[in-house]
């Protein structure tokens, strides 16, 4: 076991969501864009093609009208702090900003399972979900959720509980 880190991925204080009522619908196909950022590429798209299928949807190289994009920042954010991984752009909720953090992460765990526990994290506030579970990969600290790869169904009760997914997951 890796010595224990301290890599928060969160995202709080950015403003409640807006008119998220079913934003996202399994119905239409999301791309998803990976822009030069601290995490594996080809991880990365992985992780979160893994996430979405998981959640009921499919995903396409072709712009669909849903689109989740990951980028860069220097993760300066009002709720940023030195330990934060990632966090979701508040006001049109499919951007994930991943810090330099994000790096450090991937030397620790390697690249999937960084890719994994912080991108599927962000997924999840990405659809909806503006707090943290007490467990599962969308609790607040990576360090609480280091051996969790996929969503568990507390997790998906949480995102679906948000309002912002229509899927049959939800149901
Ligand atoms: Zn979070």
Redesign the pocket.
């Known amino acids: 076991m890796k010595s224990a880190i301290a890599v928060?991925?969160?995202?709080?204080a950015c403003g409640p969501g807006q008119g998220l009522n079913d934003r996202w619908t399994v119905r239409k196909p999301v791309q998803v864009i990976i822009e030069d950022q601290p995490l594996d590429s080809t991880e990365a798209r992985r992780a979160l093609a893994e996430g979405l299928r998981q959640l009921g949807f499919q995903t396409t190289e072709t712009g669909a009208g849903q689109t989740i994009t990951a980028v860069r920042d220097d993760c300066t954010c009002a709720s940023c702090n030195r330990n934060t991984a990632?966090?979701?752009d508040p006001v049109s909720y499919d951007v994930i900003r991943v810090c330099d953090r994000a790096g450090v992460a991937a030397r620790d765990l390697g690249a999937a399972r960084a890719a994994d526990l912080i991108l599927k994290?962000?997924l999840?506030?990405v659809l909806g979900?503006r707090?943290?579970t007490p467990s599962g990969l969308?609790?607040?600290r990576l360090d609480d959720h280091a051996d969790i790869r996929s969503f568990t169904q507390s997790d998906i009760t949480a995102i679906c509980d948000a309002g912002g997914l229509a899927s049959p997951v939800c149901l």
């Open positions: 928060v991925a969160l995202l709080t990632a966090w979701v994290h962000e999840g506030h979900l707090g943290h969308l609790s607040a």
